[in-house]
């Protein structure tokens, strides 16, 4: 893996949404033959959780649907040097959009040569609803269960399985053009 494609996964405190996005997508993209050619991360937006592993309950469920623990994950806060070094960034709010583009464009409000691409994640769930603003991002917030029961991981997890291939089709076409290739 000489230049690996990277996927960042971002949600607030980095230990329910955005690392059980990180873990369906591996899966994913593992599954899709795209492993070797994909780096997936998460981070979040806060330092609240800092090197907390992940919820318990993002835990449970992951492993109820068949998906790996996540046991040697550490709750991280995303910084703008690790956002220069993504290809593509899933929020999971536009909340975490409007605050990581405005990251991403630092003091002097430039972008870094075309990275990263930001997008909510919900975005590539072809059952979500279509958005043509910005002031819109929001009815593509993936919901936030830390306040729930476990109900709310498996409705999460639900969303975030419903968007995956997508995220896999469009890293698909993302690695041909990188490799000259027509998608």
Known sequence: MTNPYRVMTVC??????????EIVLR???????????VVVDSTGVSD??????IDARARRVLVEHG????????ARQVTRDGLAEADLVLVMTA???????????????AAAAG?????????FDPAAPL??????????????????????????LDEIEAAAHGVVEHVRTRLAARAGDPA
């Open 12 to 21: 607030t405190g980095n230990i329910c949404r955005s690392p059980m996005a």
């Open 27 to 37: 899966d994913r993209l593992e599954a899709a033959g795209l492993g070797g050619d």
């Open 48 to 53: 609240e959780e800092q090197g907390n592993g």
């Open 67 to 74: 998906y790996a623990a996540g046991d040697g994950h550490r």
């Open 95 to 109: 909340q975490h959009a409007r605050r990581l583009r405005r990251l991403a464009a630092g003091s002097d409000g």
């Open 115 to 123: 990275r990263p691409e930001i997008r909510l994640f919900r975005s």
């Open 131 to 156: 958005v043509a603003r910005d002031t819109d991002e929001h009815l593509l917030d993936v919901d936030d269960p830390w306040y729930g029961d476990q109900d709310g991981f498996t409705t999460t």
